[in-house]
């Protein structure tokens, strides 16, 4: 079998076998497939495409080509949610806690934040202590005493993935419907988890940036889930605006814990009890009705935020964080930006608002930066809402002065202003079984 062949093969526009996707994977992965050829074959895709069979067989040898997360003695209890990224996504450290809270098995590998897009790991991290690497026999024990466990990617989790994904970020290969697919499934598939829910972003601050877009990765995904034998969900919600107010790692732990506490009910609140709901249906089993009144419930009664300081704890974080979200350090300067008249905003781009929160030290431009884990900004306003000239719509944390103006600069330029009332958007716009 040559590489040649099978570049050919798919330029033409033919089907590939089961044996030479996995004969590509595997050279690829052990290095004796040149960059070149995967550029190839690669574009040939992009222009081509590949069928369902095609996808999965691509996605298991990805998942196959390093560790794999063995999640069986939990039977149908184990589930993982997944965001494609966003603005203010502080998503998993809420409906992580009330998932478990409720007796699921909630495990998740998460990456680290780069570009406009935010990190779990980064975020757990601004908690004094946490660690986010836990040896095998720490992951399943954790498991089982607290129904929690997340922690930063494994090293030889998908090295094809990796491979690959830093190829076609440099040879305008990214927008490929099967490339994402299984360059997101081969994760998941890869971590173990039976049960799936998949936070498809849809909006200015996502990678799909049109809902047809959103619509059709999502389908895809859920569609080579159920071939992959999970039971998988997704969930379309908008990232036109970022999620919640705050945003930066810090700034979003303190968030997610007020909404934990039952003292927000934002669109941030909105979006954990739809995710948590459907993590629920599929891994308890539960109606919709009664996954959603349960879901309240945790939030309520207080077991979610006590599942969220039991599962810190147990990964070495100190909780007085929690208790009390004023001890977590503050930014030494705050810059206050204005409206420029009396109008109603009429809309956010949420990926200049996320750069904006790059310069100010809260996220990296580069895997090799490093980040300041209390800078960020806080919105005082959001899209559909009232302002009078002079009033502050939002605040700039850094302990950077030189970056004040550029990063207020960044989100000037992606604030809109109108006369009349905004038409308000849907938060969630479709689930996808």
Same mark, same amino acid.
């Given at each position: 079998m040559r590489m040649y062949d099978i570049i050919e093969k798919k330029r033409n526009g033919f089907e590939l076998s089961d044996e030479e996707i996995k004969f590509f994977i595997d050279g690829f992965t052990s290095g004796d497939i040149p960059d070149y050829q995967a550029s190839a074959l690669m574009m040939a895709i992009y222009f081509r495409g590949m069928s369902e069979r095609e996808t999965v067989t691509l996605t298991l040898a990805m998942a196959d080509s390093g560790d794999r997360v063995d999640l069986s003695e939990f039977g149908s209890l184990s589930v993982d949610k997944h965001s494609t990224g966003g603005v203010g996504d502080k998503t998993s450290l809420i409906v992580?806690?009330?998932?478990?809270?409720?007796?699921?098995?909630?495990?998740?590998?998460?990456?680290?934040?780069?570009?406009?897009?935010?990190?779990?790991?980064?975020?757990?991290?601004?908690?004094?202590?946490?660690?986010?690497?836990?040896?095998?026999?720490?992951?399943?024990?954790?498991?089982?005493?607290?129904?929690?466990?997340? $922690?930063?990617?494994?090293?030889?989790?998908?090295?094809?993935?990796?491979?690959?994904?830093?190829?076609?970020?440099?040879?305008?290969?990214?927008?490929? $419907?099967?490339?994402?697919?299984?360059?997101?499934?081969?994760?998941? $598939?890869?971590?173990?988890?039976?049960?799936?829910?998949?936070?498809?972003?849809?909006?200015?601050?996502?990678?799909?940036?049109?809902?047809?877009?959103?619509?059709?990765?999502?389908?895809?995904?859920?569609?080579?889930?159920?071939?992959?034998?999970?039971?998988i969900a997704a969930v379309l919600s908008d990232m036109d605006a970022p999620l919640g107010t705050n945003i930066g790692n810090s700034l979003e732990v303190v968030e997610a814990v007020k909404v934990l506490k039952n003292e927000l009910h934002n669109d941030l609140y909105e979006v954990c009890v739809t995710l948590a709901t459907q993590m629920v249906c599929l891994s308890l089993g539960y109606t919709p009705e009664k996954a959603k009144d349960s879901v309240i419930?945790?939030?309520?009664?207080?077991?979610?935020?006590?599942?969220?300081?039991?599962?810190?704890?147990?990964?070495?974080?100190?909780?007085?964080?929690?208790?009390?979200?004023?001890?977590?350090?503050?930014?030494?300067?705050?810059?206050?930006?204005?409206?420029?008249?009396?109008?109603?905003?009429?809309?956010?781009?949420?990926?200049?608002?996320?750069?904006?929160?790059?310069?100010?030290?809260?996220?990296?431009?580069?895997?090799?930066?490093?980040?300041?884990?209390?800078?960020?900004?806080?919105?005082?306003?959001?899209?559909?809402?009232?302002?009078?000239?002079?009033?502050?719509?939002?605040?700039?944390?850094?302990?950077?002065?030189?970056? $004040?103006?550029?990063?207020?600069?960044?989100?000037?330029?992606?604030v809109s202003y109108s006369e009349n009332i905004p038409e308000t958007k849907p938060l969630i716009y479709q689930v996808i079984r």
């Open positions: 992580a806690p009330i998932v478990a809270s409720l007796g699921a098995k909630v495990t998740k590998m998460s990456g680290r934040g780069l570009g406009h897009t935010g990190g779990t790991v980064d975020k757990l991290e601004s908690i004094p202590g946490y660690k986010t690497t836990l040896s095998k026999e720490e992951f399943f024990n954790q498991i089982k005493n607290t129904g929690i466990a997340v $922690i930063g990617q494994s090293g030889n989790l998908t090295p094809a993935d990796k491979k690959l994904y830093a190829l076609r970020d440099v040879t305008a290969t990214v927008e490929s $419907i099967p490339l994402i697919t299984s360059s997101i499934m081969s994760k998941k $598939i890869a971590a173990g988890s039976h049960s799936i829910v998949l936070d498809v972003k849809v909006g200015s601050g996502a990678f799909m940036k049109d809902l047809q877009s959103a619509e059709i990765l999502a389908r895809e995904m859920v569609k080579i889930g159920k071939m992959c034998g999970r039971n419930n945790a939030i309520e009664s207080g077991s979610a935020f006590n599942k969220m300081k039991q599962w810190i704890a147990a990964q070495g974080g100190d909780i007085s964080y929690l208790e009390d979200v004023t001890k977590f350090p503050k930014a030494e300067l705050c810059y206050n930006l204005t409206a420029e008249a009396d109008a109603y905003i009429a809309g956010f781009d949420s990926e200049k608002i996320g750069l904006s929160a790059v310069c100010l030290g809260a996220g990296r431009a580069t895997k090799e930066d490093s980040i300041n884990h209390a800078a960020g900004i806080v919105l005082n306003k959001k899209p559909g809402d009232k302002v009078t000239k002079g009033e502050t719509i939002a605040s700039l944390y850094t302990d950077e002065p030189d970056c $004040i103006s550029s990063a207020a600069e960044m989100f000037i330029s992606a």
